[in-house]
């Protein structure tokens, strides 16, 4: 259905009999089901699902690869924080062969 005072595409609304043109403002009333109305507001409700769809799948989307990125940064710190008490331990190792070796020359002179 087309607005009788711009002529702009219009989606009409089944469950209002009062319809305003969003190009130009016009009041239009409409009082009786016809394919062209029936066809604007099925055409409005699958426009309305299918965007809210896409909507929920993107923010599912986005939202998984937040967990996947922050599950990432989690493993990096904790190989990291593994990484440092490995080398703490290797030089504490260190650290007493070294104690090791002096008490036994002390022991053995």
Known sequence: MNCPHC????????LKQVKYCPYCGAEIEIKEETPETVAG??????????????????YNRDHAAEI????????????????????GMFAAMGVVMVVMMVVMRLIGE
């Open 68 to 87: 996947a990125e922050q599950k990432r940064r989690e493993k990096d710190e904790e190989a990291k924080r593994t990484r440092k008490i490995m080398v």
């Open 41 to 58: 507001a099925i055409h409005g409700i699958a426009k309305t699902f299918f965007n809210q769809t896409a909507d929920k799948i993107r």
């Open 7 to 14: 002529g702009a595409a219009l989606v009409i609304d089944q």
